[in-house]
């Protein structure tokens, strides 16, 4: 199966019924695949399992917050953007130029947002 042709995202999301809409939307936006992760441990599993192409990340998991992950994922050179209920200026300065959307979101935020990160090949 080639990975390019059937887009695999992961949702990183603590909340249900936004991580439900999310999954939802980005399916009818053309992600074949959506790997939901609520927790820290679960997106860390899924990025070590590879073949994604793009992560959108909700900055706050409960207490934790999901910056570690996104540094990997620089490292990484996965896409990645932000769908949070924070204002940008939770990001440091080096993740401001990512993707973001604000909670709440429409679902036009939200297929944009995995436009900008999934570019046709």
């Known amino acids: 199966m080639n990975n390019a042709m059937t887009p ?3 949702l990183v999301e603590d909340e249900p019924l936004i991580a439900l809409d999310a999954q939802d939307t980005l399916r009818d936006s053309g992600a074949v695949e959506i790997v939901w992760a609520r927790n820290l441990a679960e997106a860390e599993a899924a990025i070590h399992a590879g ?20 540094q990997k994922l620089v490292g990484l050179g996965v896409p990645f953007g932000f769908l949070t209920g924070f204002q940008d200026s939770g990001l440091p300065p080096d993740m401001k130029d990512r993707p973001f ?21």
């Open 51 to 70: 073949g994604l192409q793009a992560v959108i990340l909700d900055l706050r998991l409960g207490a934790d917050s999901s910056l570690p992950l996104a």
């Open 8 to 10: 695999r995202v992961l």
């Open 101 to 121: 959307v604000t909670k709440p979101y429409s679902q036009d935020q939200l297929r944009k947002l995995l436009s900008q990160l999934i570019k046709p090949v």
